[in-house]
């Protein structure tokens, strides 16, 4: 996960600093040998532009998705704990038990519709408060 994490930054760095170059100088550098008059054949300022707006969004994406993959990792340990999470379910699995009076109702849910506000979701069951 951290190579991904570590690849992923490498590629935005790259294209945030391909962003800060000059466009226009690369583009007589590299294109305009091509061209018998290469002064009408320059792209506009307009497209320089928006190729640099377009390579900061990019550098932008990947460098979310790299603290995705770090947050995925562990690194930031945020959330709850699995430890945590696990009390919480033997404490409701315990006022089930010692709830046998009707202050819960026990029902089977089909995928996230059936779960309503109000109400845990154990496994594929809901546990209601009545």
Request: with cysteine.
């Amino acid at each position: 996960m951290i190579g991904a994490a570590v690849f992923t930054a490498l590629f935005a760095l790259a294209f945030f600093a391909f962003a800060l170059v000059d466009h226009r100088k690369l583009w007589w550098h590299f294109q305009a040998g091509r061209f018998d008059n290469p002064e009408q054949h320059e792209p506009s300022p307009a497209s320089f532009r928006w190729r640099r707006v377009a390579l900061v969004c990019v550098a932008a994406f990947l460098a979310w998705q790299c603290v995705g993959i770090l947050r995925l990792a562990g690194v930031f340990d945020s959330g709850p704990d699995h430890d945590e999470i696990l009390e919480r379910v033997e404490s409701v699995a315990a006022d089930l038990e010692a709830a046998k009076d009707g202050r819960y109702k026990l029902s089977a849910c089909r995928l996230w519709s059936g779960v309503e506000r109000g109400s845990n979701l154990i496994g594929v069951f809901a546990v209601q408060r009545t």
